[in-house]
């Protein structure tokens, strides 16, 4: 079975462009978490999508966005880039929200850099 | 709100030598209790769970025990292969939410031949 997939792996952008990165999780899985990592900041949950609706969001302001599709691949958007959106944006997927389905399985990450 | 506390690094051992990363947490509830392993260039890989009190998750010779009364999940291993060299993540979901993983800052480890 493929694992979680992410592209870009890597991209290069400049202050106040966009970006979209891409997840398509491990087939069968429904529901899909982004988290960022930056070296100050360490790993920092952005949000969690299912059926195509956000469950949760953590503490990033409203550049950062989201969404679903019905086939539970899932995309994120950062508008209006800041030198401080420069990290690695992991995605990870799970079979569904139920509490009983814990375990996560991580992307190998999009590494974004904002000059 | 939730939070993980991690050993300071980095941490520098010699091959076969005793491994211990500490962990302690605050959270509500009975969080389920993770540790994750982060190769250079790579995502996050599930090392090993627990998601209740006294539960001792195990792999690949690592071991964690869920200790509700010192909150605390420990990583050890008995004997460290170079191989074993990469950056740990200890994480807890909270029992309500278990998208929404709190991570610790990570602790990198390097094994000496």
């Known amino acids: 079975k493929a694992g979680v997939t992410q592209t870009p792996r890597y991209l290069i952008k400049t202050r106040g462009q966009q970006v979209t990165l891409s997840c398509s999780p491990i087939s069968g899985h429904r529901s899909v978490s982004w988290y960022q990592q930056t070296p100050g900041q360490g790993l920092q949950f952005l949000f969690e999508y299912f059926s195509e609706t956000q469950r949760n969001k953590g503490n990033f302001p409203g550049r950062f966005s989201g969404r679903q599709f019905s086939n539970s691949r899932s995309e994120m958007n950062v508008s209006t880039l800041e030198l401080g959106d420069s990290a690695l944006y992991l995605c990870?997927?799970?079979?569904?929200?139920?509490?009983?389905?814990?375990?996560?399985?991580f992307g190998p990450g999009t590494r974004l850099t904002v000059t | 709100g939730n939070s993980v506390t991690q050993m300071e690094g980095p941490v520098t051992l010699s091959e076969e030598a005793f491994l211990t990363i500490n962990c302690t947490y605050t959270?509500?509830?009975?969080?389920?209790l993770f540790w994750y392993v982060q190769y250079p260039g790579e995502g996050l890989q599930l090392l090993l769970k627990?998601?209740?009190?006294?539960d001792k998750g195990s792999n690949k010779g690592f071991e964690a025990t869920y200790r509700k009364e010192t909150t605390s999940f420990h990583l050890e291993k008995g004997s460290v292969q170079v191989s074993d060299s990469a950056v740990y993540f200890c994480a807890l979901s909270p029992s309500t939410n278990a998208g929404k993983s709190t991570f610790g800052d990570g602790t990198t480890l390097t094994v000496k031949p």
């Open positions: 990870a997927s799970r079979t569904s929200p139920e509490v009983s389905s814990y375990e996560q399985y």
């Open positions: 627990a998601t209740k009190a006294d």
């Open positions: 959270a509500t509830g009975y969080p389920s």
